[in-house]
């Protein structure tokens, strides 16, 4: 089912209140309504079913249904004692428990009501955030699963007015609720009817087919490969003499067993997780996103000239299909790495200064700096001049060791311990890659073929079979870039509790939130494999900015925008070229041509095309606010609302949403959106 709730402040303006729901069954799109809050509840909770309920954006909806809980004197329960009481065969019956992560996200409300009389299972409602797994709005979702029902627009007085209690709805918004639970409806079924299952977020979604590719046969060796998942997921294959365990989990067989079979190398042993949280913290050091970086000689300044924007095809997918990256056991190790084979992520105290200005920084020190990328250590940065005595002690790669000594004149004073791998290979990686890249590629071929057929017409833009493999194109890309990152997953999550005190908003206390001693099944996930997979990532992006040697303007992660013409590529990258716009793996392609462009921080800049079209990216502005950035009013110091009185025009369509809290739920209300100046340490 899928649900979606309409919501306004009280009339006295201290409250909110829920004025509409919608629910809608996702295989029949049945579809029902109310006008409060209450009823909602009633509708799920007063009988013995167990329901499944996608909300887009549960942070918001949720911020409803958790202090009406309350309200009814249903008892919260923390996820951890909750999962163990059910276990357990305890009585759960009205009470009720959510998964928020430490940086209050919301994945999934469970409310457990009665149990049934026949079965004496308890009967629950699970409500989940789609927008886990569409992280888009319901319009895009909507134009991207081509759904018959469409998302409808309104203005800002529609979202704006107070209907007061009991308020009936009209014919107008009726349709709007309907047409938001019945797009998202027809996006799960389309998931069911491609997968045959609901993933509940799109990295595990990706993560489930990697895992597939990982468990494959090798016919030609009649055995297992070594393999990053663990004993979770790992089905028996037929194996002569045990063919009655064919299919059965691996985790399900006794003891006595699994040791006969392991001993027998009829299987993998399955030991490669990280054994412990300290492990995963080391490691985690040395695990560090994309760079976003504007090269300071330029920044703020109006660029009047020729700029061209380059990106890799598929930066990590080309990462994890080019490259070998460790798999199997580790150990800690002392010292200097010296191992010949393999690979390693040590622990050293440094210094380190970039050898030129123009050198892209790819050095952090989070506990220290946050995010930024250093030009330098604490030493050199305080006195000028690099010290043997510095407290500087950061975890790399190997592949960023390699890396730094593109950019940096780098010491390391004293090497204090390694996690050495002794295997290392790409053969899942690959294996995952080539499919999903072969996916996308046919899909993409498809499309243009259907493109072609139109002529100088426009008409294949809705046409079913082209929105088809465009989105088979958008989700074999997706599939492929999500996969490597939930290797990343946190060995310890935080989840928060929450707190309702009558009158007063809801809250979340710090000071109440509770280690889940037992992670995510750990056994999945490999750490190294993320933090290898983005070094290699970055090494590219690093010796390419500095091929360039001073023209490069901005980069971002897998793209680099730089001063001058398509023949200015420098001759030693010539070779890494797309000329071809193949797509091919791994190499640069031509991603647009400029005349002008003004880079103010990471993710904020604007870009005029050689046809004079103007390009904005800002983080954090809303796509009208966007509509006031011109090449006058794209400087620090951009103030929206300034700009909306100026031209006569309604701030509240100009705004960014901020949620504030009351006791009955959140208000999305406006707040002006501005360009600050850029801090720098």
Request: proline letters at 4%; charged letters at 30%.
């Amino acid at each position: 089912m899928t649900a979606d709730f309409e919501t306004c402040m009280t009339e006295d303006k201290k409250d909110v209140r829920v004025w509409a729901w919608g629910l809608s069954e996702i295989f029949t799109e049945e579809y029902e309504q109310g006008i409060d809050i209450e009823s909602f509840m009633s509708r799920v909770l007063d009988d013995k079913l167990i329901y499944d309920i996608g909300i887009h954006n549960l942070k918001y909806d949720g911020n409803y249904i958790l202090p009406q809980l309350y309200k009814m004197g249903f008892k919260y329960v923390h996820n951890r004692v909750y999962m163990n009481t059910w276990k357990e065969g305890g009585d759960l019956t009205n009470c009720f428990t959510h998964s928020i992560s430490e940086n209050g996200q919301f994945y999934a409300i469970v409310i457990c009501k009665a149990r049934k009389a026949s079965t004496n299972v308890p009967a629950f409602v699970y409500l989940w955030d789609t927008l886990k797994l569409f992280p888009e709005t319901l319009k895009k979702v909507g134009e991207q699963y081509n759904t018959k029902h469409k998302k409808l627009d309104e203005d800002a007085d529609f979202y704006e007015e107070i209907r007061p209690i009991g308020h009936q709805l009209t014919q107008r918004e009726s349709d709007y609720l309907r047409e938001d639970c019945l797009v998202l409806a027809e996006a799960l079924r389309g998931q069911i009817d491609k997968y045959g299952k609901i993933y509940r977020t799109r990295a595990s979604k990706a993560f489930s087919f990697f895992k597939e590719c990982c468990l494959l046969w090798d016919e030609k060796t009649n055995v297992y490969e070594e393999r990053y998942v663990g004993t979770k997921e790992f089905k028996i294959p037929r194996i002569e003499g045990y063919e009655d365990l064919e299919g059965m989990r691996f985790k399900y067989l006794p003891s006595a067993l699994k040791r006969d079979l392991i001993q027998q190398k009829l299987i993998p042993e399955f030991d490669y997780h990280i054994p412990n949280f300290e492990v995963w913290d080391d490691i985690k050091e040395a695990y560090h996103g994309g760079i976003s970086f504007v090269n300071p000689d330029i920044q703020e300044q109006s660029i009047e000239e020729r700029i061209t924007v380059i990106d890799v095809n598929s930066m990590y997918p080309y990462c994890m299909w080019e490259f070998n990256i460790p798999y199997g056991r580790f150990e800690l190790r002392e010292g200097q790495p010296t191992e010949e084979k393999g690979t390693w992520i040590a622990c050293a105290r440094v210094s380190f200064k970039l050898r030129d200005p123009w050198r892209l920084p790819c050095i952090q020190m989070k506990k220290r700096y946050g995010r930024e990328w250093l030009k330098c250590s604490t030493d050199y940065r305080e006195t000028g001049e690099m010290s043997i005595y510095n407290d500087d002690v950061i975890w790399f790669t190997k592949v960023d060791f390699e890396t730094f000594q593109d950019s940096y004149d780098f010491t390391v004073h004293n090497w204090i311990e390694y996690y050495y791998f002794p295997t290392i290979g790409r053969t899942d990686g690959r294996r995952f890659v080539e499919k999903y890249y072969n996916a996308k590629q046919e899909a993409g071929e498809r499309a243009q073929q259907i493109k072609k057929s139109y002529g100088d017409s426009d008409g294949y833009k809705t046409d079913p079979e082209y929105i088809r493999a465009m989105l088979d194109r958008t989700e074999a890309k997706v599939i492929m870039n999500s996969a490597y990152g939930k290797h990343g997953t946190k060995y310890i999550m935080l989840s928060q509790d929450s707190e309702y005190h009558e009158g007063e908003p809801l809250r979340f206390p710090i000071d109440r939130q509770i280690f889940n001693i037992e992670p995510e099944d750990p056994s999945h996930y490999y750490i190294p494999y993320s933090a290898f997979v983005t070094a290699y990532g970055r090494q590219k992006l690093v010796t390419t900015w500095n091929r360039f040697k001073g023209k490069a303007l901005y980069c971002d992660t897998d793209s680099i925008h730089y001063l001058g013409t398509r023949e200015d590529i420098p001759e030693e990258l010539r070779d890494q070229m797309d000329y071809d716009e193949t797509g091919a793996l791994g190499l640069w392609g031509f991603e647009g041509d400029f005349s002008a462009g003004r880079y103010i921080r990471a993710k904020t800049y604007i870009e005029i095309d050689t046809n004079g079209e103007t390009h904005v990216t800002c983080a954090g502005a809303t796509k009208d606010v966007k509509k006031l950035m011109t090449w006058e009013t794209f400087r620090v110091g951009f103030n929206a609302w300034e700009i909306c009185v100026r031209d006569g025009l309604d701030h509240r369509l100009y705004s960014k949403l901020k949620p504030k809290r009351y006791p009955s739920g959140v208000n999305l209300e406006a707040e002006n959106f501005q360009i600050k100046p850029v801090l720098k340490l």
